[in-house]
């Protein structure tokens, strides 16, 4: 079956839990639910928050959900690893291991790209450690290095309206 791709909803953090770990531990167990549901670093991530101008797509097969990006408009004083500024939302993508190289993260991304673009975003930005394979992805996008956050692995995608 192929992926069909809907809105996130508020509701949705386990969801959003479940994508985080696996975000986080991309490389390998390092960190456990519990860490994501209690560490400041990574419990953000979990919450959409609409009313911020948070929003995402899941993309769903016959067994539920298999990915998820989302855009969040964290404040300064509370920042992920991808932070430019409180105007860019920084993204998360997330696809199950068992749905990957599907051309599902490359649907989301986009997905997200065109809502970003109609709801007036001008700036995303995400945070990808050096060594993700996800980073070949970002870049055929169109992402690009943050100047002064390479270490971290910033990269941000300027949105041209006329796109």
Known sequence: MA???RPLGAHESRLLEEATLGNMNWCGPRFTAQDVRDRREFAHYTRLVPQRGDFGVVADEA?????VVWALFLPADDPGYGFV???TAEISLWVSEDSRRKGIGRALLRLLVDEARARGVRRLSLSVEAGNHAQALYLSEGFTDWPGGQADGVMVLELDESR
Do not use: K, M, N, S
């Open 3 to 5: 992926a069909t791709f």
């Open 63 to 67: 067994d539920g959900a298999v990915g």
């Open 85 to 87: 500024d409180e105007r």
